[in-house]
Every structure is written in C-alpha cells, then in structure tokens.
C-alpha cells in the first residue's frame, strides 16, 4: 500500500521547492522508470505493480525499496492523466562539474525555454543525435519537473545536462574554439551555412527568442529558411521542432 | 454576457460527436482566433475583451456575430489552462473535392496519428515547409478537435488537410507518378538517398509505426540515422519531429 503521507509526498514532487527541500524527484511511466533503475540515478522507493517487478525483475532489484501495490493505487498518487504501472521516487543527483572542454561535437544551449514538454521533447532530440552537452539557463523549466522527465522518455538518464549562465558556456566555448551559433527568424540559411562539427547551438524562448544581450555573443546568426510563398504562412516552427531540424542539418553535414 | 446555454454548447464542442450535431468547431487563443477570421471559414460567433475587438477590429468585423465580454467569462468559458482573449465558434466546412493530381511538390499522409498535439504541430511543420497536401487516416486524431487546433497555431487555415483512406492516397500517387515514401526504424539513410521533389510521406502512429498492410505499397523505406553509439539511446523520436527532420531534408535536397 502507499500511505497517505507518501501520497502527499509525491504528490508535492511537482513543485521545485520541495523538490529541493526532499532532495528528491518523481519519473512515472514504465519506460522512464526501467531507464531510470538501470542509470546512475539512485532509486529510493519504487511502487509498482505485481506484473511490472515479475518483468522487470533485474532492473526493479536496483531500487532500494521495492513496494508491490495495485494498479488502482497508482493511479490515485499519479500525477499523470493515464498512469502506467510503475512509479519511482529518485534522489537529486549532486552537482555534477562543470566541463572544462568541448570535444569535436555539437552542444545546445537554451535560452529560458518555459514548456516542460518543449524541454523534455529537446532533451530526448538531444540524445538521439548525440549532443554532447545540453546547458539551460537558470530560466529554463526544471529537469525534474515530471513533465519533463516525462515527455524526455528515458532520455534524461543519457544526456549530459547543467543548469548554466551564458557568460560560463560562451567561456568554454571560447577556451575550446567552438563558435556559437544562434536560431533567429533573420540569419543564414542553415542548408547553405558551413555547420562544423564542434559548436554551440543557441535555441531562444517560445515567445521572445534569443535574450537581445545574448546576439553581441553569439557568433554566426542562423535560421530554416520559409518555403511557403503564401503571404501569410506560419511565423514560426516550434522551438522543439526548430531545434530537432538545426541539429539534423549540423549532424548530416559532419557525417554524411 | 456569454449565456448559460452557450457556454454548455461551446464545452460540448470538446467532443466530435457534438461538432458533428452541430455542424460547428471551436477556435481559441488569440493568433489562432485571427487567422480564422480571416480564412476561408466562416466564423459564427465571436467572443472576445474589449481591447481585443478593438485591437484587431478589422478581422473581427468578420465575424457574423460578435459579442464583447470580460476576460473572467472567457475564462469561465475557455476550454484552455490559460484562457486568452477571443473565443470563435465557426462552421464545420463542406466536404472537400479530393485532389484529381499531385503537383511537384511533397505531400504527407498520417497513419493513425493519436495525439492532438501531435497532427496540430505537424499541420504547423506542413505549413511552414509548404507542404501540398496533407492526408489523415481515418483513425487519426480528428482536425477540428480543439486541442489540435490549438497546437497549429493558426496553420490549420493553410494546409489543405484531407481525411482519406490510404488506398485513395496510393491511387492519386500512381495517377500523380509520385512515389510514396514511409519513414521505418529500418531503412535507408534520408541524408544519403535520392528525395524527389514530387513525392508522398507515409508517417506512422505514435506506438505502433506504419501498419503492416501498407508495406507493400510503399514504395521506398526511410529512416533518420541514429548518431548515438552509447548502447541504450533513444529508441524513437517523437512523431512530430521526426515528420519536420524528414520533410527538412526532402526539401532541402529540391531548393539547395
């Protein structure tokens, strides 16, 4: 059974601050949470049903609490709108260090980017093309707000990522000679740009973009050029979506 | 005032079976709002602030009714977390003529695309890369389903959107000489293979991928190369943004 106060403890794993206060976070989904007992992250107490420990024997044994419960229970403490059939409260990892080199590959940063769908979607771009760093500036939603954890499915566990001021990633960039490219509605077309290997990808706000004090900074200003000739065709793609096509194109250039 | 009666029916239309009695589909948030009033939709009834009729007073007077109120009603009313400041009910449009051919130019038919999320980005994706047409399976989320008209940020007034079995798709593609493209886990790199301009893209449901029946009759398999060698990356990309990673290289490769 879960008890009320770990209900309450859950649920209140939705909000930052006591997030930080329990030094804990929350991963719902089966797959999250398989990705989650098999990573570095430390399981605390792990809720799930009977079937779900009988399959996943070898990766719930990781947990260091094992609680079998039923899926209506679940489904009382989820924060989702369907719970699956596990639940896994994690301890916030320490703070990792900062690198002190960029190698031969592509890092993003992000610009105060608010959605934690919008977030969770870049981190899962993120590992598929295999970035090396993903770096979010102190405004952008909380990694482990469970929305974002959620909609990364698993792939939190696999990229490298740090909560950081501009001014410390341009430092490392410019200690590791990477130039700093940055997504803006004007800049050079990304299909005809040279993108080398080694850079720093800038992604701004959904309804701001790029912090003005930011483009004295960034060192090549780049964009998806519009193919719609129709006068009054979308302004914009989606942040998640933009930065899945930019790294698509760095990526194809440097392999293929 | 927006009356008692009125807000039941604007809530009723979160359902298809409602938008069908009424013949009527539900428009929110302010871009959104504008852009219908200036499609080719006809816009029943228009709520909105007072600042809002003023602000945008031409779109507005094309509505067949307008209603100023106050935000807390929009509120009240508002089937969104953050309501805005207008609110349309307008008419379902008349079926369509199906397209008789295709031009040179890349088309989209979704597979049973589930998540109203999801068909509304890619509505936006299609809108930005101009794309021809785009086909909906009949079990694909429905357009007029208010969180998919939402997510399209007014690219929904655009993109010629047909809801078509696949068999009527196959048969316009062979008319058309266009070959029919299906994105697959297995299957040919999109960054080295040969992308036509004149082409249809099959992209398949959230969970399941592409049904097995319509194998046969794609003609060409693609994939997205994964770029990761860590051993347990991430097995897929979200739908949404694998359709804007494959609609960017087939459109790169016709313009550059």
Chains 1, 2 share one sequence.
Request: charged share 25%; proline share 4%.
């Amino acid at each position: 059974m879960i008890s009320k106060s770990t209900i309450k403890l859950i649920k209140s794993l939705a909000l930052k601050k006591y997030r930080i206060k329990e030094k804990l976070f929350l991963v719902e989904g089966d797959k999250n949470v398989i990705e989650v007992l098999n990573s570095n992250y430390k399981t605390e107490r792990l809720f799930a049903t009977k079937t779900f420990v009988y399959e996943n024997e070898n990766s719930c044994s990781k947990a260091i609490s094992t609680t079998k419960v039923e899926h209506s229970e679940i489904k009382r403490t989820s924060l989702l709108q369907n719970p699956q059939n596990a639940l896994a409260i994690c301890s916030l990892p320490e703070k990792q260090l900062f690198p002190e080199i960029l190698n031969n590959n592509l890092s993003v940063y992000l610009d105060d980017i608010q959605d934690p769908g919008n977030l969770g979607t870049i981190i899962r771009i993120c590992d598929w093309f295999n970035i090396e760093y993903l770096f979010c500036s102190p405004n952008t939603a909380d990694l482990y707000n469970p929305k974002v954890i959620q909609a990364s499915m698993g792939s939190f566990c696999r990229v490298q990522i740090f909560k950081s001021k501009f001014e410390q990633v341009a430092g490392l960039a410019k200690l590791s000679r990477a130039p700093i490219f940055g997504a803006f509605l004007e800049g050079k077309n990304i299909y005809t740009e040279i993108l080398p290997a080694k850079a720093i990808l800038v992604m701004g706000n959904e309804g701001n973009g790029i912090h003005k004090e930011l483009e004295n900074i960034i060192d090549r200003k780049i964009k998806i050029p519009e193919f719609s000739e129709k006068e009054n065709s979308a302004e914009s793609l989606n942040v998640s979506v933009a930065t899945a096509i930019i790294c698509s194109e760095f990526k194809r250039k440097s392999f293929f």
